[in-house]
């Protein structure tokens, strides 16, 4: 599907360039036999999640806000990365490697739309977050109920009638007195830098891409 | 001047007595049916607690019945299909409430169940045997197609399940726009835009196919978009078939109907988002243009209708290759999105293409700002877009749920105090 990119990861072992590739063209098949040989030959769990697939997609991101990616592009790249992770996953629990950052993810109530939050919760899996994906329709009870087990939370809407469900999971964050205990993120079509400013969200971004540099850089 | 020549002169790019009106002629320039109630409690056209029909009960629009359209002054009516979005026909109207409490009539087949969270399913055909298609969540505004075909790794495709909604037109589908068209065009002297359906190429609000009781193929959205990628091969198939088949219905559909319509709804494809267009100019080129241009060239050498095409976001980078591809009116010009700003838009597109929409931004300003910020906002849109004709009043797409009463007539005011060309 595209051309291969090992000019920018010629540092890398030849099984991570593997991964690297096979996730960048999107084939969720390449991706678990490179995974599989990676864990074969020994490389640590951690470095098969850093330098093959968080690499990836940190170039995936580049290539989308370099206009080389569309999001169909980046669904797909996203997708066999996530089959890569599902494979690591226990071996990164056995390894004891730290996540990032746990992150709880949804989309507010009333809104059922989740393309823009599935897309930023896998590229932040891919970035090396821990994600807690609390589906759509998410009252702010609910985010209530996980927040002492996250560093963050982010929010998710597409329709003007329901951003303001952004400001109630805030407004709860506050009344409960956990407001400090986390980060809050915010994203989605109508959403804007002023609104999250002024619902005292801790960070915005207006695409995927731009959200998973956004979050490594407010997360500790 | 009547409607019809108002429409006319300025999709000839030409100045008209006045910028010309829609509201309601299509599912992308309505409005939802509790801003409907607003309104018309605003303009006194009812006693409070007059129910509004729902027209389209996926996004849930309401009708803008012919009080309405005299009382703001709109210059376009729909052709619209024998059945909505849910495969059912607007007809024998019953009562229900949204869940605002906004009194409304919908089909007698608009048949809900609720969830145990307050949510609730709807039915296509509005047969509760079936596995619904879609849902209200609590307190919503809106319908969302349900996902309802799993696409397993190794599914062998057949591409028959994906054309199961693009066949021929029956006769009785004919004989309804036949008598549709006749109708508006006799007994109303507005300027008609046809909505026939199976034009658009993967418009991803369609895939679901929420009206259809059992759909097979690619119909999940996510899976749709990746397709598009991995699956190329597939969905051109699908686009090749559903395009020969367009054709014919085209040709039949001008048969019945002549040249009553003035503008037929060609595609409501969304190839936009807020940042950027959705997808690469070299995709929109590769898979969707060749399709597009095929059947607009079909209208433009046999009919004297006008191609309109409706694409949310920000599509400035793919215009070009939409105006080669032969449309000729673009909607809903979503000013709030990257790059669309109105003024670039008008000086460089202006002299090709109508703008119909783009008039007042929905998103912030008609949502969330001030009576005064909506007026200045109308007026400000009228001057820049309406300028040589090639501009069609209406909202950035449909005038959503939660908009106040007193937006609304700030809005519809404006209109009215701006759009009188000036005699030069």
């Known amino acids: 599907m595209r051309e291969d990119r090992k000019g920018k990861a010629n540092h890398m072992d030849d099984t991570l360039h593997g991964i690297y590739q096979a996730i960048l063209n999107g084939s969720s098949s390449e991706v678990i036999a490179w995974v599989e040989k990676a864990l074969k030959a020994g490389l640590s769990p951690k470095m098969i999640l850093d330098q093959g697939m968080a690499s990836a997609m940190a170039e995936a991101g580049r290539l989308f806000e370099m206009n080389e990616f569309y999001v169909p592009e980046l669904l797909v790249t996203a997708h066999a990365m996530q089959t890569g992770l599902g494979l690591l996953k226990p071996h990164l629990v056995e390894a004891r490697v730290k996540p990032m950052g746990r992150i709880a993810i949804g989309t507010v109530t009333g809104d059922l739309h989740d393309i823009g939050k599935n897309l930023v919760g896998m590229m932040l899996e891919g970035a090396g977050f821990e994600i807690l994906d609390l589906g759509v329709n998410v009252p702010p009870e609910k985010f209530l109920e996980v927040v002492d087990s996250v560093d963050a939370i982010a929010l998710s809407a597409l329709l003007t009638t329901t951003m303001p469900a952004m400001r109630s999971v805030i407004d709860a964050l506050n009344d409960s007195e956990k407001r400090d205990h986390v980060k809050v993120f915010v994203g989605g079509a109508p959403v804007t830098e002023a609104f999250a400013k002024s619902i005292g969200a801790d960070g915005y971004a207006p695409d995927a891409s731009q959200a998973v540099n956004m979050i490594k850089a407010c997360m500790p | ?424």
């Open chain 2, 1 to 424: 001047m009547n409607s019809r020549d108002r429409l006319q002169l300025v999709l000839q790019h030409k100045q008209a007595d006045k910028i010309p009106l829609d509201l309601g002629s299509t599912p992308t320039t309505g409005m939802h049916v509790s801003s409907v109630y607003k309104l018309r409690q605003a303009l006194q056209l009812d006693p409070p607690g007059t129910p509004v029909r729902v027209f389209e009960p996926y996004q849930m629009l309401g009708e803008i019945q012919p009080d309405l359209i005299e009382a703001l002054g709109v210059d376009v009516v729909g052709l619209a299909g024998p059945r909505n979005f849910f495969g059912y026909a607007n007809a024998d109207w019953k009562s229900w409430k949204l869940f605002d409490g906004t009194p409304v009539l919908v089909p007698n087949l608009f048949n809900t169940v609720p969830e145990p969270d307050g949510s609730i399913l709807m039915f296509p055909e509005g047969n509760r045997s079936a596995p619904p298609s879609a849902r209200m969540p609590k307190n919503g505004f809106y319908f969302d197609s349900l996902p309802r075909v799993m696409l397993p790794e190794q599914y062998p495709l057949n591409v028959e399940e994906n054309l199961e909604e693009f066949k021929p037109i029956t006769e009785e589908d004919l004989l309804h726009y036949a008598h549709e068209s006749e109708r508006l065009f006799t007994q109303t002297d507005k300027a008609i835009v046809a909505n026939f359906g199976g034009t658009a190429f993967g418009d991803i609000a369609l895939v679901p196919a929420p009206w259809l009781k059992y759909p097979r193929g690619i119909r999940n959205i996510e899976d749709w978009y990746m397709s598009t990628v991995t699956r190329k091969e597939y969905i051109y198939k699908i686009f090749e078939r559903q395009c020969e088949v367009a054709l014919d219905n085209l040709a039949r559909l001008f048969q019945a109907i002549g040249n009553r319509i003035s503008v037929v709804f060609m595609s409501g494809t969304d190839f936009g988002m807020q940042s950027g267009s959705f997808i690469s100019p070299k995709m929109y080129r590769d898979l969707y243009k060749p399709f597009q241009k095929t059947l607009n060239d079909w209208v433009h050498q046999n009919t004297t209708w006008k191609c309109f095409i409706h694409s949310c976001g920000s599509i400035i980078n793919l215009m070009p290759d939409m105006i080669e591809a032969g449309f000729d009116i673009f909607n809903p010009v979503q000013t709030s999105a990257a790059g669309m700003l109105p003024r670039e838009l008008k000086m460089r597109f202006g002299n090709q293409v109508t703008f119909w929409g783009g008039g007042v931004d929905p998103q912030q300003t008609l949502s969330f700002g001030t009576p005064d910020s909506v007026y200045a906002q109308v007026k400000d849109r009228m001057e820049i877009f309406g300028q040589n004709g090639g501009f069609v009043f209406n909202t950035c797409h449909n005038v959503q749920a939660g908009i106040t009463a007193e937006n609304l007539v700030a809005l519809y005011q404006a209109v009215k105090d701006f759009r009188t060309y000036r005699i030069n």
